[in-house]
């Protein structure tokens, strides 16, 4: 499909019935598809990583040990972080899940994807997230990558979805915006303190795993 052809579509529509139809068709493929991948953790991180950056290096290990712990990864199928995790996956025999998105600057799938799905609304991409992963866990990245993040503490403080495991890596990396959310937002009682506890943060793939384990341990 061409993508600059298929992104001035997406702009232009303005037909809503079409619209509403595509948007049908598009969480149709993607529930087929990701209903049968069997369990999976999501990996999030930032497009710019580079290849020689030392969390770049964490997450293609912590999707190696996620494999050998009989998870499939999903990521957001760019490169970068994306691209270590689904390297990471499929170097160690796990299955390694991409969902794309068509953006105007196109985004091109890496090459250590299993099973690719292409989607044009963020939306409904965000959807497949948050229906499909066992968890999520949180690499350094830019605004796509605190949207995510964001939106599944949202998801899970207003119980729209289950408690699920949240894990940000990288303490060095976050403090900054941890901290402001407990010297600002919870100062000003603009969350709860339980809040706080609806993430937890690590800085090895030893811990994610730790996390994971504990969480669906005690829910058995």
Excluded at 44 to 51: D, E, N, Q, V
Excluded at 122 to 142: C, E, N, Q, T, W
Aim: with cysteine; charged share 25%.
């Amino acid at each position: 499909m061409d993508n600059k052809k298929d992104i001035l579509e997406y702009q232009i529509e303005t037909n809503e019935p079409k619209r509403i139809t595509r948007i049908m068709a598009e969480f149709v493929n993607g529930f087929n598809k990701l209903s049968k991948i069997g369990d999976v953790v999501t990996i999030f991180g930032g497009s710019r990583i580079k290849r020689n950056d030392r969390y770049y290096k964490l997450a293609r290990e912590t999707a190696q040990r996620l494999a050998k712990e009989g998870y499939g990864v999903m990521t957001g199928a760019g490169p970068g972080i994306m691209e270590a995790a689904n390297r990471g996956a499929k170097e160690a025999g796990g299955n390694s899940v991409g969902l794309n998105i068509k953006i105007p600057l196109q985004q091109k799938p890496n090459a250590y994807i299993n099973t690719l799905i292409s989607f044009k609304y963020f939306f409904i991409r965000k959807v497949m997230f948050a229906k499909y992963s066992k968890a999520f866990v949180v690499f350094p990245g830019g605004y796509g990558t605190l949207d995510e993040l964001c939106e599944s503490l949202v998801l899970i403080q207003t119980e729209r979805v289950n408690l699920f495991p949240v894990i940000i890596f990288g303490s060095e990396h976050w403090k900054g915006f941890l901290d402001w959310l407990k010297s600002t937002v919870l100062k000003r009682g603009l969350i709860a303190k339980r809040h706080l506890n609806i993430y937890k943060v690590v800085d090895t793939p030893d811990e994610v795993i730790s996390v994971i384990k504990h969480f669906y341990q005690n829910e058995k």
